[in-house]
C-alpha cells in the first residue's frame, strides 16, 4: 500500500467517553488534522449526531450537494458507544448531505469500527474534499500513525464489492490474521453507481470466526464516501475494551448495565424474544396487523408470508447456538447470521459465503416487489451489502417500478423486460443493473422520487398525456418523502405512524419515530392527543441513542416489567432511568431524562434548521404519499372493504353520511384520512415551538441558545 501522506500522534487519552479530539481528513490535498475539541462543544452537541450536525450547519452552505467537495462525511460515536458493561453499545453514526434528500442525513451502525476510532483517540472522523484517486485511511492506535495510502487492488472481482474488498485489505494490514483489534469501514462499486450506496462497517466475530457486517444504510452516505475517492478506513488499537471507554463513576455504570442486563435476560424470552429469532419476528407481527409492504405497500397482508417467518430462517439458516451481539456485552444479541450459503444468481454465483441478516427491513423489502423465498432473500442481502446498495431504498424503488409496469407507467419496452410482481428472476436483475448502473438498473439507482420524473416523462412522451397529471398519479405510490424511501411499515391504518414519517427530519426512516407497533399491535395511544404528543417525545428519545452511540433495541423492545405501572408505560420509563444512570456515570454529571430530552431537543432544531436552509423544511416537505395515508387505489380498498367501511362508519359524523357506492366510500374514506393529517400537522408543529408553515419559532430557537446571526437571517428568510 502506496503511502500518499502519514502523520505520527500522540494518542488522546478517553476520559469520561470522549477524547475530545477529532481526525480531520481534507482528501483535496490529502491533508490530516487532529484538532482539539473544547469542553463546551460536548456539553452543547452531544456525541456522534451531535458533532455532525454542528459542523454540517458551521462548515456546509446552502448550495452543498454530496458532491460538492465542502461536503462532510463525518463518522462518529458519543460517549456512551464504547462500554462492554453496558448493552447495545458500539453504534455511531454516519452523517453528510444526502444524494437523496439534499440535506442532512444520519444513518446508525454497529460494530467495532467506532470504539476503536475511540480508542485510537478521536471521538469522530471528519472527511471533506475529493481526492484524484482512490484512497485508504489507516488510524493505527497500536502505532500512533495516521497514513492515506493508495487503495490497492485485489484483483476486478474483489475490488468491485464491498465487504471482500474490506476483507482482503484487513488481510492484508494484519498479514493474513483476522483480530478484534482491527475493524474498517468500505462499500463497493454500487455505491457508485446509485444514490443510494451504503457504508458497510467490518468487524471480527470470534464465535462465528469469520469478519461480519453490519451497515449504515439510509441517505447514500456510501455514495459520498466514494465519491470522495475514499475506499476505505481501517482502524486498529490492542487497548483493553473494558476500561477503554474511562467512566467517571465505573462502579455506576456497571450497577445500570448489570440492571438492564438482568431486564433483557429475563424479558426478552417472554416478549419479542430477538435473541432467539432476531429481527425476522416482526414478519409474522406485521403480516398479522396487515403492516407489511406487499406490491410496493399495496397490501400488509398475504397467505404466503408464513414462508418467510422468523422460523423459516432459523431451521434453514440461522446457527441457534451462537449468541449474536454486534458489539461485546450486549445480551439481547439480535445479530443474526449464515454460514456457508452458496450463491445460486449473480456474477458470484456458486461462491459459498457467510451472509450476515437478513434484518426485518431486508425482508420485507423484497415482499415490497411480491417475493417470498428465503433463499432468494438470503441473495439479495448478501448482493446488496457486497455491492454497497441500501436494501430498503433498493426495494422500495424496485416495487415503484414494478407498480409503473403493473399500471401501465412503464412498458415492457421501456424497461427491457418484464418487471412483474414476483418475477425472480426480473427482480434479480434490477438488482445487477443497478449495481452496474446499466440499463433500467441507472433510474433505478436514482431511487424513487427521480425515478417518477423519468417515469412520466417516457409515459407522457408516449400516449401524449398530461405531465401535471401523470405526475399527480405518480406521487400517490411514489413511496418516499423528502427524497427518501420509505422505510418497512404500511401506515395507512395508523396515523401516528404517518406522522412518524412525514415529520422525520430525515425522511420517512423509522428510527426517529417507530410508533407502528405501539399505535397499531399494541393500541397505546388511541387517542389523537396521544399520538400527537408521542410524535413530540419519541422522536427527542431515539434520536439521543443515535446522539451517544447506542442502540436502542434493548430500550425499544424489551419492556420493563415495572413500565405496567407507569402512566404511559410505552415510553418504558424504568428502563431509560438506567441510561441516565449510565450517561451521568459515564461523564460525571448527574443526568435526567429530561436533561436527555433537552439534549437531543437542541439537535433536533438546528438539524430543522439545516433543512430549512437546504430548503427542505417546510410543511409542503411533510406531505406524504396518499397511500402512506390509505388506499390509494380501489384495488387496495376493495382488499379489505369490510375493514374500511367499518372504519368509515365509525368516523363519519352523521350515519346518514355514509355513501352508497363502494367507489363514493373509498372517496370519503381518502378525504378523512388526508383531513386528519393535516390536523396533525398543526398540533404537533404547535407543540414542537414551529409556527404552521413547521418553522420554528424565534422563542424556540432562544430557549436552546441557537438564534445566532446565520440562524436569525434564516427565519427572516421564511417570514418569522
Ligand atoms: S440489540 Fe442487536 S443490533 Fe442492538 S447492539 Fe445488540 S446485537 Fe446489536
New binding site residues.
Given amino acids: 500500500m502506496k503511502t500518499l501522506n502519514s502523520i505520527r500522534y500522540e494518542v488522546a487519552p478517553v476520559c469520561g467517553g470522549y477524547t475530545d479530539q477529532v481526525l480531520e481528513l481534507d482528501l483535496s490535498s490529502l491533508a490530516i488534522s487532529t484538532i482539539d475539541v473544547e469542553p463546551v462543544y460536548r456539553r452543547t452537541y452531544v456525541g456522534g449526531r451531535g458533532y455532525a450536525i454542528k459542523m454540517i450547519w458551521d462548515q456546509t452552505n446552502k448550495e452543498t450537494r454530496y458532491d460538492s467537495p465542502e461536503n462532510i462525511l463525518v463518522m462518529a460515536s458519543g460517549p456512551l458507544g464504547n462500554e462492554p458493561r453496558f ?2 453499545t ?2 455511531f453514526v454516519v452523517a453528510t448531505i444526502s444524494p437523496l434528500t439534499d440535506t442532512f442525513i444520519d444513518s446508525n451502525i ?1 460494530g467495532h469500527f467506532a470504539p476503536l476510532l475511540k480508542m485510537c483517540g478521536f471521538d469522530a472522523l471528519a472527511i471533506k474534499g475529493i481526492s484524484r484517486e482512490e484512497v485508504v485511511l489507516i488510524v493505527d492506535g497500536d502505532e500512533g500513525t495516521i497514513a492515506i495510502t493508495e487503495a490497492p487492488s485485489f484483483g476486478k472481482d474483489i475490488d468491485a464489492g464491498g465487504l471482500r474488498y474490506g476483507e482482503a485489505l484487513i488481510r492484508e494490514f494484519t498479514g493474513g490474521q483476522f483480530t478484534e483489534n482491527v475493524a474498517a469501514v468500505t462499500t463497493g462499486n454500487g455505491a457508485l453507481n446509485a444514490r443510494f450506496g451504503i457504508i458497510n462497517s467490518l468487524f471480527y466475530d470470534r464465535r462465528r470466526r469469520r469478519m461480519r457486517s453490519k451497515q449504515a444504510g439510509r441517505g447514500g452516505t456510501g455514495t459520498v464516501m466514494r465519491f470522495k475517492g475514499l475506499r476505505a478506513v481501517l482502524v486498529r488499537s490492542s487497548l483493553p475494551r473494558v476500561q477503554a471507554n474511562n467512566p467517571i463513576d465505573k462502579q455506576s455504570v456497571q450497577e445500570a448495565g448489570a440492571k438492564l442486563k438482568k431486564v433483557i435476560s429475563q424479558q426478552d424470552p417472554q416478549q419479542l424474544n ?1 435473541g432467539a429469532w432476531g429481527t425476522p419476528v416482526l414478519v409474522e407481527y406485521m403480516n398479522k396487523f396487515h403492516l407489511l409492504p406487499i406490491n410496493n405497500y399495496q397490501y400488509g397482508n398475504h397467505t404466503d408470508a408464513a414462508r418467510i417467518f422468523a422460523d423459516v430462517f432459523l431451521e434453514r439458516y440461522f446457527e441457534r447456538k451462537v449468541p ?4 461485546m456485552g ?1 445480551n ?4 443474526k447470521g449464515a454460514e456457508n450459503v452458496i450463491l445460486t444468481r449473480g456474477p458470484r454465483a456458486g461462491e459459498k459465503v457467510g451472509i450476515d441478516g437478513p434484518e426485518y427491513e431486508t425482508l420485507a423489502a423484497v415482499t415490497c416487489q411480491g417475493i417470498f423465498d428465503p433463499p432468494y432473500i438470503m441473495e439479495y442481502n448478501w448482493y446488496c451489502d457486497e455491492y454497497g446498495l441500501d436494501t430498503i431504498s433498493m426495494g422500495v424503488t424496485a416495487g415503484f417500478l414494478m407498480e409503473c409496469f403493473q399500471r401501465g407507467y412503464l412498458s415492457a419496452q421501456d424497461i427491457g423486460y418484464e418487471l412483474a410482481w414476483g418475477n425472480i428472476d426480473a427482480a434479480d436483475r434490477l438488482l445487477h443493473e443497478t449495481a452496474e448502473g446499466r440499463g433500467i438498473g441507472k433510474i433505478c439507482g436514482q431511487g424513487v422520487y427521480r425515478a417518477k420524473h423519468w417515469v412520466a416523462e417516457r409515459y407522457t412522451a408516449r400516449t401524449k398525456a398530461s405531465m401535471a397529471e401523470t405526475m399527480t398519479e405518480l406521487n400517490k405510490f411514489g413511496m418516499e418523502v423528502k427524497g427518501l424511501e420509505f422505510s418497512m411499515y404500511i401506515c395507512k391504518e395508523s396515523l401516528a405512524q404517518q406522522g412518524g414519517y412525514g415529520f422525520s427530519l430525515k425522511g420517512p426512516q423509522h428510527d426517529e419515530a417507530w410508533l407502528i407497533f405501539i399505535d397499531q399491535v399494541h393500541n397505546e395511544i388511541p387517542t389523537f392527543e396521544m399520538k400527537a404528543q408521542a410524535l413530540k417525545w419519541f422522536p427527542l428519545v431515539r434520536t439521543w441513542f443515535n446522539a451517544v452511540g447506542l ?1 436502542k ?2 430500550w425499544i423492545d424489551v419492556r420493563h416489567p415495572a413500565a405496567a405501572d407507569t402512566d404511559n408505560p410505552s415510553q418504558n420509563q424504568p428502563t431509560l432511568q438506567y441510561y441516565a444512570q449510565y450517561y451521568g456515570a459515564t461523564i460525571g454529571e448527574k443526568k435526567s431524562v429530561q436533561d436527555i430530552l433537552d439534549d437531543s431537543e437542541r439537535l433536533h432544531l438546528l438539524q430543522k434548521m439545516i433543512n430549512l436552509r437546504q430548503g427542505k423544511g417546510t410543511r409542503a416537505f411533510d406531505r406524504i404519499p396518499l397511500r402512506a395515508m390509505g388506499p390509494a387505489y380501489f384495488n387496495e380498498y376493495q382488499s379489505r372493504s369490510d375493514y374500511y367501511d367499518e372504519w368509515l362508519k365509525e368516523h363519519l359524523e352523521e350515519e346518514k353520511d355514509f355513501p352508497l357506492s363502494p367507489e363514493e366510500r373509498h372517496q370519503a374514506l381518502l378525504k378523512l384520512r388526508q383531513d386528519a393529517y393535516q390536523r396533525l400537522c398543526d398540533e404537533v408543529y404547535k407543540a414542537k415551538g414551529y409556527n404552521s408553515m413547521a418553522v420554528p419559532l424565534r422563542k424556540t430557537l432562544e430557549r436552546f441558545d441557537l438564534l445566532d446571526e446565520k440562524a436569525e437571517a434564516l427565519l427572516q428568510a421564511y417570514g418569522v
Avoid: M, T, V
Avoid at 449474536?324 to 458489539?327: A, F, I
Avoid at 439481547?332 to 445479530?335: F, G, K, S, T
Fill in positions: 448493552p447495545g458500539g453504534k454497529g430477538l449474536d451481539g454486534c458489539y450486549c439481547l444479541a439480535c445479530a442502540c433495541l434493548p
